[in-house]
């Protein structure tokens, strides 16, 4: 079949590209009005005014307390332009006041508005529906409003915490008027049709002096969840904090807080080698008919620093200066502090080192900076094991003969660049030598000429692996102080054009953790480096940043804390002719299928990263079907619990720039050499040649988009190919995915997942 197509087919895909735009495929839309920015001014119409704006802000001027209090606030788009409109049903308003910490007890947010639910109390907001309170709202019509609370809060008489009005843990609650210390009122934009929207305003009644509690900001918790959003429209976590407080509680045998600095600890307290006591003894975290048990918090759970940041937020340091039973117990629950455990916690099995507490008055005599069980020692974990592993640098200094036939003799170092690039001696010093606990690997790979893709064609490897070397066994000293050699064990092909990439990985042992035992993996960031075979060494092309990885995952180390921090040494392995099927379950070397039904799945970086990512939808996801890999050893790593903590469709989360786009080499990838992805490897597991592919642009598409109806339409409209051979794609029509899809295209990709 041509490459090119007639003028007819043409036609049919710009049609069908038309027909999805008439389907709402890319929607547009557009701001309301630029104008001047300040209040008073005559605003835009109501409503679709409202619909049209891509922000609001939400600014509170004033708040008085003579009797009911009395909000005065503006609400303004993008523009700075004020937005009348806004009705009863599309706001809510809380009100809390910061109760002070004595005897070493935390500050604590406290709701005057509570309600009670199935014997439990809980925080509660006005709000123009069905069970709630809700005052007065006035709309100026220039953009400013004000609101009058219904509950008077200085009322002695107002049931402003109904029975039982405890805490979980059966505690008296005060919601007394105290015009002295500091007060809160939020307003929450409510209505789904409008931006999300917080204002939030801190002030004292009485004009004294009052305190902060700002732990955890909204915008730090946003470099992972793009947007921190809860219970549908609630999107800042001074807000959260005025119903999750210790004040609110849910029901049952025992009652479970939902305390912010209990709920959030045990929500991500688990990852890949931890989780909490509880439910690792069969108790899952529920609140309500929600079981966050197998939340994932994408890095070590001991670094505290990456939520709770002193240089960002006023209190972010008081996980080193104030700790406390509740949040330490959050997370250590199977600890308890009483005389005896509660029997209806049975998970609770051990017994307090300190001894018997029943306050957070002593926890600093042994828990607090420079003592002997410091917190921020045993939480800065992280932060040592990282200093520890920078104390080392993988160094690829040559590499000869690079000719096709040749065995190419690579010389490398370690050295420290802490200390002046002092170079490691492998063969004596500690962190290689010391228990058999470290690991150190040369591996080649190689792209041919006109090929963007690695592909380690040739390497005698099964499913388009690289040449490995131990280099800690074969290494030889080299010819200058702490430089050594390994010679490749498998020769350049002869037929090999392109470039020669040479990658150092592993893991020096450390001893943190427990000095002198070097137990520690250190995650010392991986090494590349391209060398000509023939011609000029071309680069392989750089799609993920990896500081954009690292943002939620601290530091990206992964196979045992073997290879680190370094996608250009990912992309070796995980190349378009790799796939799973050497680690899946087998009888007499006939595959049997894994846990999935498969018997292999692709391991192709562009296609493996979105998969596990996009999870499965029945977990908040969007794949049909979750993904699974079988990792070295038989490991089954199964990815359909996972659940992407921000905006799903914000490509710019990870990819550099505009990688994302089908332009460039992707507005036309197989001409511009970028490989298929296999998935199925065919008779030989060493040759690619005739193993089964998916084209380029349907791979990454279908890795999310993995539904029968998608595929359908890459197929049909794209010319996207499934289960051919690479020879096969090279000469049949090419994917046109980029006409519709690409910059400016009827389905934009930037447009429809609404990447900024």
């Known amino acids: 079949m041509s490459k090119y197509r007639s003028r007819d087919r043409w036609i049919n895909v710009v049609a069908a590209c038309l027909l999805a735009l008439a389907a709402g495929g890319c929607g547009s839309g557009s701001g309301g009005g630029a104008g001047p920015v300040g209040l008073p001014q005559v605003p835009p119409g109501g409503p679709a005014a409202l619909t049209a704006a891509t922000a609001l802000t939400i600014s509170i001027a004033a708040v008085t307390v003579d009797a009911r209090p009395v909000v005065n606030f503006a609400v303004v788009n993008q523009a700075g332009v004020g937005m009348a409109g806004l009705a009863a049903t599309d706001l809510g308003f809380n009100i809390a006041k910061l109760e002070p910490g004595l005897n070493g007890e935390p500050t604590n947010w406290q709701n005057y508005i509570n309600q009670a639910t199935a014997g439990a109390v809980q925080g509660s907001q006005e709000r123009a529906a069905a069970g709630y309170p809700f005052g007065t709202l006035v709309d100026h019509q220039d953009g400013t409003y004000t609101y009058t609370f219904a509950t008077d809060i200085k009322d002695p008489a107002a049931n402003l915490c109904p029975a039982p009005c405890v805490d979980a843990a059966g505690k008296a609650l005060h919601v007394s008027y105290q015009p002295d210390v500091t007060h809160r009122v939020t307003i929450q934009q409510v209505n789904d049709a409008y931006p999300k929207s917080t204002g939030v305003?801190?002030?004292?009644?009485?004009?004294?002096?009052?305190?902060?509690?700002?732990?955890?900001?909204?915008?730090?918790?946003?470099?992972?969840?793009?947007?921190?959003?809860?219970?549908?429209?609630?999107?800042?976590?001074?807000?959260?904090?005025?119903?999750?407080?210790?004040?609110?509680?849910?029901?049952?045998?025992?009652?479970?807080?939902?305390?912010?600095?209990?709920?959030?600890?045990?929500?991500?307290?688990?990852?890949?080698?931890?989780?909490?006591?509880?439910?690792?003894?069969?108790?899952?975290?529920?609140?309500?008919?929600?079981?966050?048990?197998?939340?994932?918090?994408?890095?070590?759970?001991?670094?505290?620093?990456?939520?709770?940041?002193?240089?960002?937020?006023?209190?972010?340091?008081?996980?080193?200066?104030?700790?406390?039973?509740?949040?330490?117990?959050?997370?250590?629950?199977?600890?308890?502090?009483?005389?005896?455990?509660?029997?209806?916690?049975?998970?609770?099995?051990?017994?307090?080192?300190?001894?018997?507490?029943?306050?957070?008055?002593?926890?600093?005599?042994?828990?607090?900076?420079?003592?002997?069980?410091?917190?921020?020692?045993?939480?800065?974990?992280?932060?040592?094991?990282?200093?520890?592993?920078?104390?080392?640098?993988?160094?690829?200094?040559?590499?000869?003969?690079?000719?096709?036939?040749?065995?190419?003799?690579?010389?490398?170092?370690?050295?420290?660049?802490?200390?002046?690039?002092?170079?490691?001696?492998?063969?004596?010093?500690?962190?290689?030598?010391?228990?058999?606990?470290?690991?150190?690997?040369?591996?080649?790979?190689?792209?041919?000429?006109?090929?963007?893709?690695?592909?380690?064609?040739?390497?005698?490897?099964?499913?388009?692996?690289?040449?490995?070397?131990?280099?800690?066994?074969?290494?030889?000293?080299?010819?200058?102080?702490?430089?050594?050699?390994?010679?490749?064990?498998?020769?350049?092909?002869?037929?090999?054009?392109?470039?020669?990439?040479?990658?150092?990985?592993?893991?020096?042992?450390?001893?943190?953790?427990?000095?002198?035992?070097?137990?520690?993996?250190?995650?010392?960031?991986?090494?590349?480096?391209?060398?000509?075979?023939?011609?000029?060494?071309?680069?392989?092309?750089?799609?993920?940043?990896?500081?954009?990885?690292?943002?939620?995952?601290?530091?990206?180390?992964?196979?045992?804390?073997?290879?680190?921090?370094?996608?250009?040494?990912?992309?070796?392995?995980?190349?378009?002719?790799?796939?799973?099927?050497?680690?899946?379950?087998?009888?007499?070397?006939?595959?049997?299928?894994?846990?999935?039904?498969?018997?292999?799945?692709?391991?192709?970086?562009?296609?493996?990263?979105?998969?596990?990512?996009?999870?499965?939808?029945?977990?908040?996801?969007?794949?049909?079907?979750?993904?699974?890999?079988?990792?070295?050893?038989?490991?089954?790593?199964?990815?359909?619990?996972?659940?992407?903590?921000?905006?799903?469709?914000n490509c710019t989360a990870c990819h550099t720039d505009t990688s994302y786009e089908l332009t460039g080499a992707w507005e036309s990838p197989t001409a511009n050499g970028i490989l298929a992805t296999t998935t199925t490897t065919a008779v030989s597991a060493s040759d690619a040649a005739d193993n089964l592919r998916t084209t380029p642009t349907a791979a990454v598409c279908s890795s999310c988009h993995d539904k029968v109806g998608p595929q359908v339409h890459m197929t049909e409209v794209g010319d996207g190919q499934f289960a051919v051979t690479q020879a096969a794609i090279n000469v049949g029509a090419p994917e046109i995915c980029g006409i519709c899809h690409g910059p400016g295209g009827p389905v934009d990709v930037k447009a429809v997942h609404h990447v900024k």
């Not at 562009?606 to 079907?625: D, L, P, T, V, W």
């Open 201 to 649: 305003f801190d002030f004292v009644p009485s004009g004294a002096a009052g305190i902060r509690r700002e732990i955890v900001l909204t915008s730090t918790c946003n470099q992972c969840h793009h947007e921190l959003s809860a219970h549908a429209t609630r999107v800042d976590t001074r807000l959260c904090v005025t119903c999750h407080n210790p004040g609110s509680w849910v029901g049952g045998s025992p009652g479970t807080t939902v305390d912010f600095k209990v709920m959030i600890h045990r929500i991500h307290y688990n990852n890949a080698g931890s989780a909490l006591p509880s439910v690792l003894a069969g108790f899952p975290y529920t609140i309500g008919d929600a079981d966050f048990s197998e939340v994932v918090f994408t890095q070590d759970v001991r670094n505290c620093a990456r939520c709770h940041d002193g240089s960002l937020s006023a209190q972010g340091d008081h996980w080193k200066a104030q700790p406390g039973m509740e949040a330490c117990g959050s997370c250590h629950d199977d600890v308890y502090f009483g005389a005896q455990p509660d029997p209806a916690r049975p998970y609770q099995t051990v017994a307090h080192p300190g001894g018997v507490v029943t306050d957070n008055s002593t926890c600093l005599l042994c828990h607090g900076p420079g003592r002997v069980a410091d917190v921020t020692v045993a939480h800065d974990l992280p932060a040592q094991l990282k200093a520890a592993a920078a104390r080392f640098k993988f160094n690829i200094l040559s590499a000869a003969p690079t000719a096709p036939g040749g065995f190419p003799v690579i010389t490398f170092s370690v050295t420290d660049p802490t200390d002046g690039d002092r170079p490691y001696d492998i063969t004596t010093d500690a962190a290689f030598t010391a228990g058999g606990a470290s690991t150190l690997n040369v591996r080649l790979g190689w792209t041919r000429s006109g090929i963007a893709d690695i592909g380690n064609d040739g390497s005698s490897q099964n499913f388009g692996q690289p040449v490995s070397m131990n280099a800690l066994t074969t290494a030889v000293p080299g010819s200058t102080v702490g430089t050594y050699t390994v010679t490749a064990t498998v020769a350049i092909p002869v037929t090999q054009t392109g470039t020669l990439r040479v990658m150092v990985d592993g893991h020096p042992a450390g001893d943190v953790t427990t000095p002198g035992t070097f137990s520690d993996r250190l995650a010392v960031k991986s090494a590349f480096r391209d060398f000509a075979i023939t011609g000029t060494a071309v680069a392989r092309r750089l799609v993920v940043d990896i500081a954009k990885c690292n943002v939620c995952h601290d530091v990206l180390s992964l196979h045992g804390r073997n290879r680190t921090d370094e996608p250009g040494v990912c992309a070796v392995c995980h190349n378009p002719n790799a796939t799973d099927a050497g680690r899946r379950p087998a009888t007499a070397g006939v595959l049997t299928g894994g846990i999935d039904g498969k018997l292999e799945e692709a391991v192709d970086f562009k296609s493996m990263i979105h998969g596990i990512h996009a999870g499965q939808a029945s977990n908040g996801g969007f794949r049909e079907k979750g993904l699974v890999i079988y990792g070295f050893g038989g490991s089954v790593n199964d990815f359909s619990k996972v659940v992407f903590p921000g905006k799903l469709g």
